[in-house]
């Protein structure tokens, strides 16, 4: 791999409207002062309401497992919801302002008992667990409420990822619409497939797997380039894959995959969560020994509620993005929309993938 500076806008393959700006020159991009502060690593802290033992000092629990006995995971309904069930109506604003009712439920889901465990140290039946534990409450909201469009399931880790609470936790917050970054998603992967009659993230996976592909000329069949595409791979397991975005908007962004077309994270078995998790724990140990001490956040993107129509089921395919906060966003960034990435997304998938993982 050459070290050459890029500075190129890269389209995002999915979502066409949005775009990043790779730009690996030294210096163009506002770092953090300050090494991330040391992870607390107590297993239990006292004064946390999130510890065991401490459940008094949160609301009651909504869910739980196991049922009985001592939890290994545990949900409780956030105390400061952003959506909730607890409001009127909102009045008819004149003009041209409109307002949606800011209506649903916002759920903590404490991923672990161990108050200072970091992802890659949780067991993988734990983490399996952790997915099967996602898709039961989505499962149950989703039956018990019918204004619900759309769950988002999410982590903040880390106070430069927005992490309040040190005790390693998820979010589930579910609204009654369907957020933009979801709705663009599967409108514009509705779109490729009406063109080509493929999902598009099954192209992306196949091409980021394919080892090598040769350009031959058109006309006389000479061969023109040989192309390595399988530099984008950082992590494959059975039937999950865990791929860096050619148009990656953070430096270490990563997403996971099924290999298999699946479209609707609600389907997905214990058997895909058993290798789901293998290659989310190996994928955050690669992360923590490249990028160190990690803050970051991860998210779930998957089919919106009651779009099972086949052509949705087809066109789109969920997975999990996992952004690291390595840098704060500048006002560029804002006001353009146009994130911008100094590593070349090749190479940080190289220095990825280099890291020798202990089984
Ligand atoms: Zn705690
Ligand atoms: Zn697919
Ligand atoms: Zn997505």
Not at 259 to 274: K, R
Not at 339 to 353: G, M, Q, T, W
Request: net charge negative; glycine share 6%; proline share 7%.
């Amino acid at each position: 791999m050459d070290n050459a500076n890029i500075r190129e806008i890269r389209i995002d393959p999915i979502v066409p409207t949005q775009s990043v700006l790779i730009s690996t020159a030294r210096g163009n991009r506002p770092r953090r002062d300050e090494a991330p502060p040391a992870r607390d690593e107590r297993a239990f802290v006292e004064t946390c309401p999130f510890c065991r033992g401490n459940e008094d000092l949160t609301p009651p629990v909504a869910y739980q497992v196991p049922a009985r006995d001592e939890w290994e995971i545990r949900v409780v309904k956030n105390p400061f919801p952003i959506l909730a069930d607890d409001q009127l109506p909102p009045g008819l604003p004149p003009g041209i302002q409109q307002v949606i009712e800011g209506y649903g439920h916002h759920e903590v889901i404490i991923d672990h008992f161990n108050h200072g465990i970091a992802l890659h140290q949780f067991s993988e039946r734990h983490l399996a667990l952790l997915f099967t534990v996602y898709r039961d409450r989505m499962r149950f909201l989703y039956n018990a409420d019918p204004r619900i469009k759309y769950i988002l399931v999410f982590k903040n880790f880390g106070k430069s990822a927005g992490g309040s609470m040190a005790h390693t936790h998820s979010q589930l917050i579910a609204m009654p619409i369907v957020p933009h970054n979801v709705y663009d998603e599967v409108q514009s992967s509705l779109l490729f497939y009406k063109k080509s009659g493929a999902c598009i993230f099954c192209t992306l996976i196949n091409e980021a797997m394919t080892l090598e592909t040769t350009a031959y000329d058109r006309r006389d069949g000479e061969k023109l380039q040989n192309y390595e595409t399988a530099k984008y791979l950082v992590e494959r397991g059975r039937k999950f894959v865990a791929v860096k975005p050619f148009a990656s908007r953070y430096e270490w962004e990563v997403h996971i995959l099924p290999m298999e077309h699946q479209g609707n994270f609600l389907e997905a078995g214990a058997d895909d969560f058993a290798d789901l998790a293998r290659v989310l724990r190996r994928t955050m140990a690669r992360l923590h020994a490249v990028v160190g001490e990690l803050q970051y956040n991860y998210f779930l993107h998957t089919l919106p509620h009651q779009e099972n129509s086949s052509d949705f089921a087809d066109s789109f395919h969920w997975h999990l993005e996992i952004c690291p906060r390595t840098s704060i966003p500048s006002g560029f960034e804002l006001g353009s929309g146009l994130f911008v990435n100094s590593i070349s997304p090749e190479e940080a998938a190289a220095k990825l993938r280099r890291v020798v993982i202990e089984d």
